[in-house]
């Protein structure tokens, strides 16, 4: 049968419930979060509470945390979720250090996924529907788009400028990021060049590193043989005679679609390059370090090495193309390496960015043979005219075995790139193009320094990032796309230089666009920009990477806002993914235009996976989304959870994952119940209890507490928010629920109402719960709200208007009752608690209050504990405590671990009280009632009440 509680038998023993002080609250066990956090939401909403918080905060030191922000296109997921409650934790735990804290949200708002879905209704822009029409339905599209996302972020309790968000399609974030583009073309880092970009053959645009994932695919690998043109010249080079005259390089490569494209095989002047003889007819020219495994995957079994000679050696001598009638030069490069291959590289300048780069070194021209869908051009051999370059493999096989150029093939694993979007396999495509030049002016060197200064959270962000920059080319900006902010520029037409009135015309179309937005650049008349100078200019038609309009935010955010104008932003928090987004788009921009980083610290969090470890993604629609969960559990336990991991590693999260979130919660919960309801009667004007007349225990508690209080705050500064869980649950848990609050349970329900060690009890759980509503605040921001409004006493209205606590204090070392007194006397109670488990495995007792706790102890111990002994026994939740020398303990006492103190239990003798449940030798008749209490009841009851001091 299940033991009835100390509270519900209490309740039967009519002819003392009015004597006691039994708890009372309206604060409810059960949180029913889904049903009360809509009506919190709705009173802030009402009150406007973050206007309330930025007056109060007004003037405080101030900390800006800049919104990444999220694309506006589908609802939002539990990614979503994690970022944007790790930044509240942080907006709201800054407000509680003092910090005005400002959050102002913003939205991606152009970009490919908006302009394909409106495509698919619409029709193609400029083809099917006007431009200017096709924008408006986007902009439509996208407005809808944020107030569902926003909708959603709301009612997860976070905090922010909702009515004033920064949207990049708005009117002045436009307007902005074409000055900041004026400004990089001031500073000489605009250029304009034709090179290979990503390419995407579904979006029909440029790509920039940001858009691109890298997956492991398997492809062709073949090895491909270039007949030489002047064999005498090459057996002279070798130091040899010969009358056979078929010499070849042999070049390896995973993309043979590149090959109708070559113009060039590159060999590396420091290598040295053997000539080998194989089947007694051939001669081949490979890498001397990796001749042997290409001859071997080649399958040649019989192979002489006849001579070699250095890289540097074979520069310009001439190879016939596999299958095109053209001939190719041997050019120097140090990018090929001796990782794979022959040690030779097929040049193809359309197709690659070392190819490029050294072709461009060698005036050797792009062919441009790829059109925008990834098909093969006209300007190829008629077999290959309109197909698909990633299907081409196999026809461009065959086309050189016709010539018997294909020594081998094979299938190779290896990582390509793919669309972040699409999920499709990415080309190289040489197209005309403008860019962020990395090299002019030091600006990559300097972006590396700044990104030194940063703080880095995980620290191995900084070398991630620092890796990046460090290999990444020119970042291409524009786009040959509608839905985005245009490049509004003149250029002219054969040499492609800017219009020497460009920085004029920028601050004209920014300014302009301030009034009507950046659409207007494709209304202007040509000629009322630059007049005459329309026979030799061309305006631009382009539009801006969508990473340079997020990347220049912070000069925005800045700029529009008087109170920060003067203030660095102090952080950026992202997922991991942004090192190579956002956070690298934002430094560039930043250094190119001021010269330092645009943030401080950048904080990173992992990916969300699925419980099969996948990654949940918009686009494989494996997700959960957070109104799943808050229209069934509640934002807090979504926010708990958020708190409960560790963000910085990927993140596995199923329905199973809120299991542990809830125990925590209703441990937090019960444990601000418990201390609610002995608060009742209690009002801080008049039975606050000043320090020096508090019962000991209480002050031990209060100090506890400013510990925990201190801990707290340290694991919010460090963002340790895990961290920050564990102690909140601890604190309640064990040392408030497994302690002091067990302790305290007969003081507060048994002695007078206004006995002053009852007040000193309240007094301790009312500081308990004015720090510990702070401190949950930041994650449990609703329930926090729930419990500021059931606390006595004055206040303001809003928990998160307020800062940290500050009426807690610590234990005076110089007191006899300090910190080393209580670190004693608690572990003398765990091994006392050890013992009365044991007795009551035993049967000699069936609760601890029908305990008599014998105590041998050495003299010091015990002189300590003889202060105490008059009321040590509620301490230890027993009956009664009896000390002696442990001199007199027998040998079959078993030692505690405590070096001094033996344990021993016995059965009370005596009666229970029915009032307090002691057991004790006399009851006495009281006048109040019909039956028989203790004498402490009595004193409660009927008299001036006890006296405690320690317990």
């Known amino acids: 049968m299940k033991r009835k509680s100390f509270f519900d038998q209490i309740k039967k023993m009519k002819n003392y419930k009015n004597t006691l002080n039994l708890p009372k609250t309206d604060f409810s066990m059960h949180g029913n979060l889904s049903d009360k956090e809509p009506d919190i939401l709705s009173r802030w909403i009402n009150k406007n509470l973050y206007k309330i918080i930025r007056k109060k905060k007004s003037g405080n030191k101030l900390f800006i945390l800049h919104d990444g922000p999220p694309y506006a296109n589908g609802e ?63 902009e439509k599209y996208v407005n809808k788009q944020v107030e569902i996302q926003k909708k959603d972020f709301i009612r997860m309790g976070i905090f922010a400028d909702w009515e004033h968000p920064y949207l990049t399609m708005n009117n002045e974030v436009e307007s902005d990021v ?52 002047n064999h005498e010249k090459i057996f002279n080079i070798f ?57 071997i995957r080649m399958k040649f079994s019989q192979f002489k090495v006849i001579s070699e000679c250095y890289g540097y050696k074979l520069e310009f001598l001439k190879f016939y193309h596999p299958f095109m009638n053209l001939s190719v030069p041997v050019i120097l490069s140090e990018h090929v390496t001796k990782d794979t291959g022959t040690g030779i590289v097929h040049i193809a300048p359309d197709h690659g960015i070392e190819d490029f780069l050294i072709s461009k070194k060698y005036k050797i021209d792009v062919v441009n043979s790829v059109n925008e869908d990834g098909r093969y051009k006209f300007n190829v051999i008629d077999e290959l005219k309109n197909v698909s370059v990633l299907k081409s493999s196999k026809l461009i096989i065959n086309l050189m075995n016709r010539r018997k150029a294909v020594l081998s093939i094979n299938k190779i694993s290896h990582s390509c790139p793919f669309c972040w979007r699409h999920k499709k396999q990415l080309i190289f495509r040489s197209t005309s193009q403008w860019f962020i030049s990395m090299n002019r002016k030091n600006l990559r060197s300097t972006v590396i320094n700044e990104i030194d200064k940063v703080s880095w959270i995980p620290k191995y962000g900084k070398n991630k990032i620092r890796s990046m920059i460090i290999n990444r080319p020119d970042w291409c900006i524009s786009r040959q796309r509608s839905w985005g902010i245009p490049i509004p520029i003149f250029f002219h037409k054969r040499t492609k230089k800017l219009h020497p009135k460009t920085l004029e015309i920028i601050e004209k179309i920014a300014k302009l666009s301030e009034k009507f937005g950046s659409k207007i650049w494709w209304k202007l008349d040509k000629f009322e920009l630059i007049g005459h100078d329309i026979k030799y200019y061309k305006k631009s038609s382009d539009i801006l990477d969508v990473w340079f309009d997020s990347g220049s935010s912070h000069y925005s955010l800045l700029r ?79 926010r708990i959870w958020v708190s409960s991991i560790d963000y910085k590693n990927e993140i596995v999260f199923s329905k199973e994952s809120l299991e542990y979130p809830i125990e925590c919660y209703r441990k ?25 007349n508090m019962v000991e225990i209480d002050k031990w508690i209060i100090a506890e507490t400013k510990i925990f209080q201190k801990k707290i705050i340290y694991f919010y500064e460090k963002y340790n928010f895990y961290k920050v869980l564990q102690c909140l649950v601890h604190f309640c848990s064990i040392k408030l629920g497994s302690l002091y609050l067990d302790i305290i349970k007969n003081r507060q329900y048994t002695l007078n109402s206004n006995n ?47 800062e940290y606590y500050k009426k807690l204090f610590s234990l005076d070392e110089k007191d006899k009752f300090n910190k080393k007194f209580w670190n004693l006397l608690l572990e003398i109670k765990i091994e006392v608690n050890k013992s009365l488990e044991k007795a009551k495995t035993k049967k000699i007792i069936n609760s601890t209050l029908e305990a008599t706790v014998i105590l041998f102890l050495n003299k010091k111990i015990r002189l300590l504990i003889e202060t105490v002994i008059k009321e040590i026994h509620f301490f ?76």
């Open 178 to 229: 074409i000055r900041v583009l004026g400004k990089i073309i001031k500073n000489g880092y605009f250029i304009h060049d034709v090179k290979p970009v990503y390419w995407c053959v579904d979006c029909k645009s440029s790509l920039a590193e940001a858009e691109v994932e890298y997956t492991n695919i398997v492809s062709t690998s073949i090895d491909v043989k270039f007949s030489s043109v």
């Open 239 to 295: 130091g040899i005679r010969s009358k056979y005259s078929h010499v070849y390089m042999v070049i390896w490569t995973t993309t043979p679609w590149t090959i109708p494209m070559n113009r060039a095989i590159a060999v590396n002047p420091k290598f040295t390059y053997q000539l080998i003889k194989v089947n007694n007819s051939q001669f081949l020219i490979l890498e001397k370090s990796l001749a042997k495994s290409s001859l």
């Open 756 to 802: 002053i060690a009852r007040r000193s009890c309240q007094t301790a759980m009312f500081h308990i719960l004015e720090s510990l509503v702070r401190c949950i605040s930041p994650i449990l921001s609703f329930t926090s709200d729930e419990i500021w409004r059931k606390l006595p006493g004055e206040r303001n209205e809003f928990v998160f208007t307020e």
């Open 560 to 638: 529009r806002n008087n109170k920060l104008s003067k203030h660095n932003i102090d952080m950026y928090l992202e997922g991991s993914d942004q090192h190579r987004g956002w956070f690298m788009s934002s430094i560039v921009i930043s250094v190119a235009i001021n010269g330092v980083a645009p943030y401080k610290e950048v904080l990173t969090h992992g990916f969300v996976l699925n419980k099969k470890e996948e990654k949940m993604s918009k686009s494989k629609k494996n997700f959960i989304t957070p109104a799943e969960i808050f229209e069934k559990f509640g934002a807090d336990i979504l």
């Open 876 to 951: 230890f939740l027993t009956s009664k405590v009896l000390l002696f020398d442990i001199d007199l303990s027998s040998s079959d006492l078993e030692s505690s671990r405590i070096s001094g103190i033996k344990i021993f239990i016995k059965k009370t003798e005596g009666k229970k009280c029915p009032r307090c449940w002691q057991y004790l030798e006399n009851l006495i008749k009281s006048k109040n009632t019909e039956g028989y209490i203790c004498d402490r009841c009595i004193e409660n009851t009927e008299k001036n009440g006890e006296t405690r001091r320690f317990f």
């Open 668 to 692: 937090i919960r019960n444990t601000v119940r418990f201390l609610l309801s002995n608060l009742y009667d209690f009002d801080p004007n008049y039975h606050l209890i000043k320090r020096n």
């Open 76 to 138: 939002i997921h539990i990614g979503h979720a994690i970022n944007k409650i790790l930044k509240d934790f942080i907006i709201k735990s800054k407000g509680l250090n003092g910090f005005d804290s400002p959050y102002i949200p913003g939205w991606d708002c152009y970009g490919l996924p908006i302009e394909h879905k409106m495509e698919k209704i619409f029709g193609v822009p400029g083809k099917d529907v006007s431009t200017i029409k096709f924008r408006k339905m986007c």
